[in-house]
């Protein structure tokens, strides 16, 4: 057996994981953290997608949208996600507009790898700053929901095109509670800050997020769980914590090949750091009652 090391990625800088499983193969989607920064902040212009059948060789498919594929945005080619439904692929990406505020883009594939194309205009764009980290899901009712939200979690049921939502229900706002997101120093008073990952494991919901906890200044992740998909929601605890090396965290969640695996990223590669970030995975298991003890960083995964 072979094993794969921490950062799983070392060729460029990569952030904001986002697996998707489609057959024998794990897709992962990622943002890309440019080697020379704008005006000293995240300098992130396209998205980038490597594969694995065994979790320990990766497939580096390049390029697959980026912002000269969506001509109304300018900038901030943020945590993206991935799914397909009937035989097409969506890739939902946030990104800020050229007048300003940040919207969520979608482009569609017929394959995996893309090319994406842009839909022509935004998904969500709520004229403010809350639109980013969309995370998507399809229920086993066909019903496909959209979260998002910074510094709130917000969501829209999504139409089966899956290009369009629901506007008679519209954007709905979730209840930020100490109850559903546990205390934190966030805006909303709670630890809920950012990047959530939404889906459903045998009857229970979960929300991952980034989150910041009680006088914390660096995100670690914690995770919400719920009977249904829009909630209440009720806090979990904490997922990871916060040592990783650069102000931000984002989760991403797949079950593959039997083994459970959550995708993070840290500023561990070589020059890494706040605005250099890098990939990596961790394996895990869930207990009995569906609830996840804090998952340590690790330097490697195991082949499957």
Known sequence: MKAGKNPIITSIYTADPAP??????????????????????????????????????????????????????????????????????YLYCPVHKKDSGMAIAVGVSDKPEGPFVNIGEPLVDEGDWNDIDPTVFIDDDGQAYLYFG?????????????????????????????????????????????????????????MVY????????????????SSSPVGPWKYG?????????TFTNHPGIADFKGHSYLFYHTGQLAGGGLFHRSVCVAEFKYNADGSIDTIPKCDHVEEV
């Open 210 to 225: 980034a989150a910041f906890g009680v006088d914390k200044k660096t995100e670690h992740l914690a995770y919400a769980t």
């Open 20 to 89: 998707m499983v489609d057959g024998d193969t794990l897709y992962l989607y990622t943002t890309h953290d440019e080697d020379e920064l704008v005006d000293n902040f995240y300098t992130m212009n396209d998205w980038r997608l490597f594969s694995t059948k065994n979790m320990v060789d990766w497939e580096d498919h390049g390029r697959i949208f980026s912002l000269d594929d969506i001509p109304w945005a300018d900038a901030r080619a943020w945590a993206p996600q991935a799914i397909k439904r009937n035989d097409k692929y």
């Open 150 to 206: 910074n510094p709130e979690l917000r969501y829209v049921l999504l139409n089966e095109d899956m290009v369009s939502y629901d506007k008679s229900i519209g954007v709905v706002k979730v209840p930020m509670t100490v109850e559903s997101f546990g205390a934190g120093s966030h805006d909303t008073g709670t630890s809920y800050a950012e990047g959530p990952w939404f889906y459903r494991r045998n009857n229970l919901y979960y």
């Open 237 to 245: 605890g904490v997922l990871m914590t916060e040592e990783g090396g």
